[in-house]
């Protein structure tokens, strides 16, 4: 429609000069290209049909300006009547709903972004299962990333697609949250090596809480109380090896929120 409504509006407008005809409507194409290829959802394929839409009709009515208004009603009329049967011939032959696949899709960033934290966590880094994981979950969240766009178009509730993108936001963040513990843990154990045993319990602790499967809040509630009781207090900061102890359980602080929200997410969704 948006491409019919262009021809209808550039061919009058630019019919004595048909070289900026083409110039416009070379603008035109390759503007909304662009944006097409940059928009990462399903969306994009209107602005695909727009860009190429306008020289379908324009161009072949140069030498008969008056017949624009046919072809693009005709052309509009085509765009519709395609969109209608392949929805009834989808509905029929091949139904198929979309959430179903999301929802497997979530489980399996999750499968994997369990192992990943747990390999930081238990300080059993193997760079090769490592950068398997990463280069996993990235490709599962980029598939993520296409699905949620198309949510909406399937009937899901309002609600549901806000916490789809809210589950992705939280998605972006847990790599680089899990290397900022990383650096915190390496820290500690390389310059503070007396002071890893007593981090050594909120270690497991939080390997254990991950092992559940749930969003459940008093579990995790308890084990923030368990890292806010070994928190040094403010005046002890001036000592760096307090500091570098501090930082550790910021930085576990941090990635446990960070889970609790997706898990939560998680859930909501389902």
């Given at each position: 429609f948006i491409g019919a409504a262009a021809a209808v509006l550039f061919v009058p407008m630019f019919v004595q000069?048909?070289?900026?005809?083409?110039?416009?409507?070379?603008?035109?194409?390759?503007?909304?290209?662009?944006?097409?290829?940059?928009?990462?959802?399903?969306?994009?394929?209107?602005?695909?049909?727009?860009?190429?839409?306008?020289?379908?009709?324009?161009?072949?009515?140069?030498?008969?300006?008056?017949?624009?208004?046919?072809?693009?009603?005709a052309r509009t009329e085509e765009i519709f009547l395609g969109i209608a049967v392949a929805a009834v011939v989808g509905a029929m032959f091949w139904p198929r709903?979309?959430?179903?696949?999301?929802?497997?899709?979530?489980?399996?960033?999750?499968?994997?972004?369990?192992?990943?934290?747990?390999?930081?966590?238990?300080?059993?880094?193997?760079?090769?299962?490592?950068?398997?994981?990463?280069?996993?979950?990235?490709?599962?969240?980029?598939s993520l990333e296409l699905m949620i766009g198309q949510l909406p178009h399937e009937g899901s509730r309002p609600q549901t697609v806000r916490n789809t993108k809210e589950l992705r936001g939280r998605m972006i963040h847990l790599?680089?949250?899990?290397?900022?513990?990383?650096?915190?843990?390496?820290?500690?154990?390389?310059?503070?090596?007396?002071?890893?045993?007593?981090?050594?319990?909120l270690l497991t602790a939080t390997t254990e809480w991950l092992g559940h499967k749930d969003a459940d809040l008093d579990r995790w509630q308890a084990l923030k109380d368990q890292l806010e009781a070994l928190q040094p207090a403010p005046e002890a900061l001036d000592d760096r090896k307090q500091l570098l102890f501090s930082n550790a359980i910021y930085r576990l602080g941090e990635w446990i929120d960070l889970w609790q929200d997706c898990r939560s997410l998680q859930y909501a969704i389902q």
């Open positions: 000069s048909p070289y900026v005809l083409v110039v416009v409507i070379a603008l035109w194409t390759g503007t909304l290209l662009f944006l097409s290829l940059h928009l990462r959802t399903a969306n994009n394929y209107a602005l695909m049909l727009a860009g190429y839409t306008l020289p379908l009709i324009a161009l072949p009515v140069v030498n008969n300006p008056l017949g624009v208004w046919d072809v693009a009603e709903r979309l959430a179903p696949v999301f929802n497997d899709s979530v489980s399996k960033w999750f499968t994997d972004a369990s192992t990943y934290s747990l390999r930081f966590l238990s300080r059993n880094v193997q760079p090769e299962e490592v950068s398997a994981l990463r280069a996993s979950m990235v490709a599962t969240f980029n790599l680089p949250v899990v290397d900022a513990l990383d650096d915190a843990l390496y820290a500690l154990e390389r310059r503070t090596p007396e002071l890893v045993d007593k981090f050594a319990p």
